[in-house]
């Protein structure tokens, strides 16, 4: 199994004619409302790959439906509390140019406790994932607590932060994060992907693939699919997520990572996040080059 301590968040999408100036007042035409948040759309994912995802995370009174979707799209939802705080959202603002200003607001995502990772891994078993991102808290206990019991513990360094990553780098069998984000890591470490004390390190190249590191091994490079790319959003938690399930089934990591980047491509051809993340059949049988 897949245990993801990982953020829920709504993403309130709202349409406007310009993004909003300072002191200006401005009505949007229309508002969508989406499940989001790295975590969410990472247990989405790696279910959508068919994985067993359980889901450790936080949502407020306002995010039943939240919690709710993600059970429909077949992630056990037993560990996600109902906490006495806002869900986490997303105030996402986009011009009639597709240009957009965000406001994140964690949340219930800051409200989840060690004891609450604790409790909730009692339950796990030697030879389970455990993944998280940088979007909750207690991120260093549960890292702490993976390595405890046996589990396989993985990052994805996103939203970046050089102290977080430091903070779980001695924990860690695996790493993923994107080119951005390994150069901000060698920045601050002064280590190369390659040189990282982790036995897996896979670095994202956006349109040009991921780039894995076994430890001690050379680089292995596998090329993206060439697809007309309308919405990148969700494509690297999309990649993390079937990278995941690949590992918990037992895969070779190159296949797992092939079939990373073929989920990856189908995401970036559409608009839209967690609800549109592709099934294993459709990643399997579409025809990319
Ligand atoms: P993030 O969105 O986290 O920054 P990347 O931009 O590196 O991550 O993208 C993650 C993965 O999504 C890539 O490894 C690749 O498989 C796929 N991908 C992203 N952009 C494209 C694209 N333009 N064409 C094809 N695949 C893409």
């Known amino acids: 199994a897949i245990w993801n301590l990982g953020s829920i968040n709504a993403d309130m999408v709202y349409a406007l004619p310009h993004l909003p100036a300072p002191g200006e007042t401005l009505a949007a035409s229309g508002l969508q409302r989406f499940l989001g948040g790295k975590g969410a759309n990472m247990s989405v994912a790696a279910a959508r790959a068919g994985a067993h995802v359980r889901h450790i995370g936080a949502v407020g009174s306002d995010g039943l439906w939240a919690r709710d979707r993600l059970t429909e799209y077949g992630v056990d939802t037993r560990h996600i509390a109902q906490v006495d705080q806002p869900t986490g959202h997303a105030i996402i603002a986009v011009d009639a140019q597709g240009e957009n200003l965000i406001i994140l607001f964690p949340g219930a995502n800051h409200a989840i406790g060690a004891d609450q990772v604790s409790a909730a891994l009692t339950d796990s078993d030697t030879g389970d994932l455990l993944v998280f991102q940088n979007e909750t808290t207690a991120q260093v206990e549960a890292a702490k ?3 405890e ?3 396989t513990v993985c990052y994805a360094a996103a939203p970046f932060s050089a102290p977080a990553v430091q903070a779980v780098l001695p924990y860690l069998d695996f790493l993923i994060l994107n080119e951005v984000e390994a150069a901000q890591l ?3 470490t002064g280590l190369a992907p390659a040189d990282l004390p982790v036995e897996h390190v896979i670095v994202t190249l956006g349109s040009k693939g991921a780039r894995y590191h076994q430890r001690g091994q050379v680089a292995a490079e596998f090329p ?9 959003t969700g494509a690297g938690d999309t990649f993390t997520g079937y990278v995941l399930a690949g590992m918990d089934r037992g895969m070779p990591m190159a296949q797992a990572i092939t079939q990373a980047n073929r989920a990856a491509a189908l995401m970036v051809m559409r608009p839209g996040t967690a609800d549109v993340i592709p099934d294993l059949k459709e990643v399997r049988e579409a025809a990319l080059d």
């Not at 699919?225 to 990148?232: L, P």
């Open 149 to 151: 019991r046996g589990l």
């Open 186 to 188: 060698q920045q601050a």
């Open 224 to 232: 993206a699919h060439k697809v007309k790319a309308v919405d990148t």
């Open 145 to 147: 607590l993976g390595r």
